[in-house]
């Protein structure tokens, strides 16, 4: 029972470490969309230049990379977190298209365009990644509701080959008949009063019904026979 006690909190503390650290990725990933998007926007309207060597790179080159960065974002959100991520990104993604599409407007200039469809397709991947994982779990829990039913119906097979058995055993030794079920109900109650699990308390009771399975056996006029046994 310790065991299992232990087993149980172990369990329980690797579930508790990872929602917090999906609870961390998801922060981690929205800061840093936050801040791609922030240095899009800086970028894109800046006309300076970043001088490396003798080339001078544009700051506005780097829009494209920011921009990236943040699409990516809000495709791993997607990806590893589910519903809430899934819905986190379409928040995000939908707030950028009145400021892109104001942005043009104001700039009087199609720049911002190029911005303008990295939004569209991000949003169409969001959605078709998180419909993807929707029909994908829905085939997972078809295939474990199966794995159930298959594991309840061995489990029926096998108490009815209990059964079998333990009929079995009466036919063979009349003078017995009921002992093994006694004894089976004994045992799983002395192992409820213990404290048992309750897969111990049904191992306990199969063993108590199949106890006497070995009388099977034995022969009839060794088994019946009045008196003590001989040697012969």
């Known amino acids: 029972m ?5 087993e ?3 369990l329980k ?7 917090i650290h999906m609870m961390v990725l998801y922060v981690v990933l929205i800061v840093l969309y936050l801040v791609a998007t922030y240095y899009t926007r800086r970028v894109s309207s800046s006309n300076n230049d970043l001088q490396i060597f003798d080339f001078s790179v544009p700051f506005r080159s780097f829009s ?7 699409s990516m974002c809000a495709i791993i959100m997607v990806v590893y977190l589910g519903k809430i991520g899934f819905i986190t990104s379409l928040i995000l993604c939908l707030s950028q298209f ?3 599409i104001v942005a043009v407007i104001r700039g009087h200039s199609l720049m911002g365009l190029p911005g303008l469809f990295i939004n569209i397709l991000t949003l169409m991947a969001i959605i078709v990644i998180y419909q993807r994982n929707k029909k994908i779990e829905k085939y997972r829990k078809i295939e474990l509701d199966q794995l159930k039913e298959q594991e309840k119906g061995a489990r029926r097979l096998f108490e009815q080959t209990i059964t079998s058995l333990v009929t079995a055993i009466d036919a063979k030794d009349v003078y017995s008949r009921g002992h093994s079920v006694r004894v089976a109900k004994y045992s ?3 192992a409820e009063d213990m404290g048992k699990e309750e897969r111990e308390c049904k191992q306990i009771f199969y063993a108590g019904l199949l106890h006497d399975v070995g009388k099977i056996g034995i ?3 060794i088994l ?3 008196g003590k046994l001989t040697d012969e």
């Open 2 to 6: 310790e065991d299992q006690l232990l």
């Open 8 to 10: 149980n909190k172990t």
């Open 13 to 19: 503390n690797k579930e508790g470490a990872f929602r």
């Open 98 to 100: 009145p400021m892109i």
């Open 224 to 226: 019946t026979k009045n």
């Open 188 to 190: 799983r109650q002395i």
């Open 64 to 70: 494209g990379v920011f921009s990236s960065v943040a």
């Open 219 to 221: 022969a009839d006029r």
